[in-house]
């Protein structure tokens, strides 16, 4: 189509005349709302930059000789790490004649490995790196896995809270309509007492007369 033929309709629609693929002979171009176009393009990488996961080595520092309050609180901070998709870069460290005890780093690094097991696996095995030794531990669940699953336990308690706070004001409201009806039962029973009462003194009336 000549180029002039394009622009004659672009401009009849009230649309743009878009070159798709400029290296193609002829040109190809195409009729579009550029600007609806670059905004669902925009919307799209956001929505993937939102999806897109990026892995993460934490790191976490032992000594040889760890206490046992130290320890676990360690763990728990591996555990996290895991639990996230993130792979977490243990390194132990020694200090003076620990360096001639790198047994006991190794035994360190087996132990939490074993009490994490559940969660990640060895990606790389304890090695010596000058007076460090390092071992990596990766995650079992994907990146992505583990940040859907956050994001639903957010919207959990989140749907949770919202349940809590308007479950109160569902019991007054319920409280309310069944003192109304109560009250109103109360008024009806009034009305026909009085009415009863009134069709008796009639009647006594009428008795007197005759």
Known sequence: MPLAKALELAQEYDLDLVEVAATARPPVCKLMDYGKFKYESAMKAREARKNQAHTVIKEMKLRPKIDPHDYDTKKGHVVRFLKQGDKVKITIMFRGREQSRPE????????????????????????????????????????????????????????????????PAATSEDDAAAAETTEADATQDQAEAGADAAAAEQAAEVAQDA
């Open 104 to 167: 006991l780093g190794f035994r360190l690094l087996q132990r939490l490995a074993n009490d994490v097991q559940d969660l990640g696996f060895v990606e790389s095995s304890a090695k010596q790196d000058g007076r460090n030794m390092i071992m990596v531990l990766g995650p079992h669940k994907k990146k992505t896995e583990a940040m859907a699953e956050a994001r639903a336990a957010q919207d959990a308690r989140k749907a949770e809270r919202q349940g809590r706070a308007s479950g």
